[in-house]
């Protein structure tokens, strides 16, 4: 069972659609994380919650900590959003990870 | 400004050959991590050290040592004793009040 579930597994969207990807958890929590991958690139580190919302640009994060559930919007998504987004949660031991979302906008 | 570093972002190397990937942070915190990514995969702990002269064995830590002299530096080897040591390498690490980071990653090629 992995710890950390996200949907969906792939995404494709048209340039300047609403984007929201979706992170469940099961393990207890002290921060969860969202990160950017692009294709042979390296880690961005995106959004850090432990609780609330919070927005960076065009990109919003929320966390539900009771229903162990966060998002990631993306408005007005653009071809450069196209990357693998991943969740990860700490629990102070260590990271657990999903196994990413790959989005793709079409121009 | 705080971080994590990780260096080089591409490492390629031959078959048979042992190579350290760095990982440096300036944040004073105390726990460092490794892990590793394959293609379509989840990124999967190699070892992690909650403390300095301390490190425990993740979920795949054969073929892989560490070592933690200094607080500030968590350098893993890839021998050549892993079989599949062609990956993408990620660092994190955690300190006091929720403090989580990760490096950019080092993507290492053996051919």
């Known amino acids: 069972k992995n710890e950390v579930e996200q949907s969906p597994q792939n995404l494709t969207a048209q340039e300047g659609e609403f984007i929201t990807i979706n992170c469940s958890y099961s393990v207890g929590i002290s921060a969860l994380h969202w990160l950017q991958q692009h294709p042979g690139g390296g880690i961005v580190s995106l959004f850090m919650?432990?609780?609330g919302k919070k927005k960076h640009g065009r990109l919003i994060a929320t966390i539900n900590i009771q229903e162990k559930h966060s998002s990631l919007h993306i408005t007005a998504s653009h071809p450069r959003d196209s990357a693998v987004y991943i969740c990860a949660v700490g629990d102070g031991n260590q990271f657990y990870f999903g196994t990413g979302t790959s989005l793709t906008v079409i121009p | 400004d705080g971080g994590i570093t990780q260096s080089p972002k591409y490492l390629f190397r031959k078959e048979g050959q042992n190579v350290t990937l760095s990982c440096e942070q300036n944040?004073?915190?105390?726990?460092m991590y490794w892990y590793r990514q394959d293609p379509g995969q989840g990124l999967r702990l190699i070892y992690y050290s909650q403390i300095v002269n301390d490190f425990q064995k993740g979920d795949i830590a054969e073929g892989y040592s560490v070592s933690r002299e200094k607080k500030e530096s968590f350098p893993l080897t890839v021998t050549s004793a892993q079989k599949n040591p062609t990956a993408f390498y990620l660092c994190?690490?955690?300190?006091?009040?929720?403090?989580?980071?990760f490096g950019p990653g080092t993507r290492l090629t053996v051919t």
């Open positions: 944040l004073n915190h105390d726990a």
């Open positions: 919650l432990s609780s």
């Open positions: 994190a690490s955690s300190g006091t009040l929720n403090e989580q980071y």
